[in-house]
């Protein structure tokens, strides 16, 4: 059984003493004095039915304290296990027994196993400490909405189509090599070539021959697949094999075959393909289509954060597809009542959230100062109870601009690496929590 907490002495509880190190001690002080955060992640680690690893396995103290020191230092799971291995202070934080040495493989399963809702939970538990200790009241709020992209390349049609004949080429040659399915062609070192071609491809007629070319292997490929598919129904052939191989066939099937569809409807047809009909990954399905400012096209998902006049981040909601952020200017303000049980006195938010609807609902709530970057045909009457005021609160909101980019930088949010949309949320809400914990355990170092 895999412990709570780990047994630690203390007196190799030794800290660099430089600003890093301080940074580790400060943010290792915060979770000691909550325990019943470990209570939370162990239904997690349960939930997945972990063994415990090594001598004794890792706690479920080390593996959230790992996960915490991941996101801070944006390392891959091998160098995490070399500095867990190498470094004092890295120990000390994570509190790991010297005779313990995690492999990358149990620090990825164990981390990966920690869903959203608990990182969120344990948010919402620093906050609350925020607040008793009057570091952040969440009386001041400021909010705006920014991309986080998957981790896929770009989604050209080409590439695509590339993407499906040699996922297609690899599920036939398994098949072929465990159920000895009849010969079929690997058409992958084809369709790459072809790939390269359209790429540079300077002529309009070339790259639709080239399309053409690589739409009829993709589509000889799927109907070897299909026929591989019947022949092992006719056979009977069951087993934990078979049902993980037929697995990926109906996951791949669908999206490889809307692959094919939306090429010919764009390259042959010169058709205008809905965005609710595109497929832009095989492999990250999840992944919205995000224009920002009727320029920038991002493939991710599109966040709406609330920060709070400390710069902790009070609130972030991961949404699904492309929501005009004027729609979600209310949702976020009943996000924060929920938290601290009152809206905040004044809130700042970019001009994309303002609407006349907005403001009138949020002064109904109580709001005080509800100003928008933007006026968008709002008066700053309406908005504050002065000039002073509205220029203070637009200036105030600037801050965020700043939290976003931290995140986005040193935290990790530019690009989820992490696969699926549950690892996408716990992703997200991971580098926020570790941002929070950083910074309040800053801010205490400050405050004496």
């Known amino acids: 059984m895999r412990l709570l907490k780990t047994i630690w002495n203390k007196v190799t509880n030794i800290f660099a003493k430089n600003e890093i190190g301080q940074e580790l001690e400060g943010m290792s002080r915060w979770l000691d004095g909550h325990p019943e955060v470990l209570e939370w992640v162990a239904e997690d680690l349960g939930s997945k039915k972990l063994k415990a690893t090594g001598r004794h396995g890792m706690s479920v103290e080390t593996v959230?304290?790992?996960?915490?020191l991941k996101q801070a230092w944006q390392v891959s799971y091998k160098k995490l296990s070399f500095h867990l291995e190498d470094s004092m202070s890295c120990k000390a934080f994570v509190r790991l027994d010297n005779a313990l040495t995690p492999r990358k493989s149990a620090l990825q399963i164990g981390i990966s196993a920690i869903r959203d809702t608990t990182w969120e939970r344990i948010n919402r538990c620093m906050l609350k400490d925020a607040s008793l200790e009057q570091i952040e009241n969440g009386k001041k709020a400021r909010v705006d909405s920014t991309p986080s992209e998957s981790n896929i390349h770009h989604p050209s049609d080409s590439s695509l189509l590339y993407d499906s004949i040699r996922v297609m080429g690899s599920l036939l040659e398994n098949c072929q090599s465990t159920?000895?399915?009849t010969k079929y062609h690997n058409h992958s070192k084809q369709a790459k070539q072809l790939a390269r071609k359209i790429l540079y491809a300077k002529k309009a007629?070339?790259?639709?021959v080239h399309y053409k070319k690589l739409v009829v292997l993709a589509k000889d490929n799927l109907k070897s697949l299909n026929?591989?598919?019947?022949?092992?129904?006719i056979r009977h052939i069951d087993g934990p094999d078979y049902n993980a191989w037929s697995a990926k066939v109906l996951n791949f099937r669908p999206l490889i075959e809307?692959?094919?569809?939306?090429?010919?409807?764009r390259v042959f047809n010169l058709e205008s393909v809905p965005v609710s009909e595109k497929v832009v990954s095989l492999f990250e399905p999840y992944t919205?289509?995000?224009v920002k400012d009727n320029r920038d096209v991002?493939?991710?998902h599109k966040l709406n954060l609330t920060s709070g006049k400390s710069s902790m981040i009070l609130d972030v909601v991961i949404e699904q597809g492309n929501p005009a952020d004027s729609e979600r200017f209310l949702s976020l303000i009943e996000n924060h009542i929920g938290t601290y049980g009152c809206p905040p006195r004044q809130i700042s938010a970019d001009g994309s959230y303002a609407s006349k609807d907005n403001l009138e609902q949020a002064k109904n709530e109580g709001i005080k100062d509800v100003v928008f970057h933007k006026k968008r045909g709002l008066e700053i009457k309406d908005m504050a109870k002065s000039d002073w005021v509205y220029n203070q609160l637009k200036n105030f909101r600037a801050g965020i601009e700043s939290n976003i980019s931290c995140l986005k930088r040193v935290y990790g949010l530019r690009r989820c690496t992490w696969k699926g949309l549950p690892h996408f949320k716990?992703?997200?809400?991971?580098a926020v929590v570790t941002y929070n914990l950083t910074l309040f355990a800053r801010l205490r170092m400050e405050s004496g």
Do not use: P
Request: glycine share 10%.
């Open 298 to 300: 991002y493939f991710g």
């Open 426 to 430: 716990a992703y997200v809400w991971s």
């Open 288 to 290: 919205d289509i995000i």
């Open 258 to 265: 809307g692959v094919i569809s939306q090429t010919e409807r």
């Open 64 to 68: 959230l304290r790992a996960g915490i």
């Open 179 to 181: 159920w000895g399915f």
């Open 227 to 233: 026929k591989a598919v019947l022949s092992l129904a």
């Open 205 to 208: 007629y070339l790259k639709e």
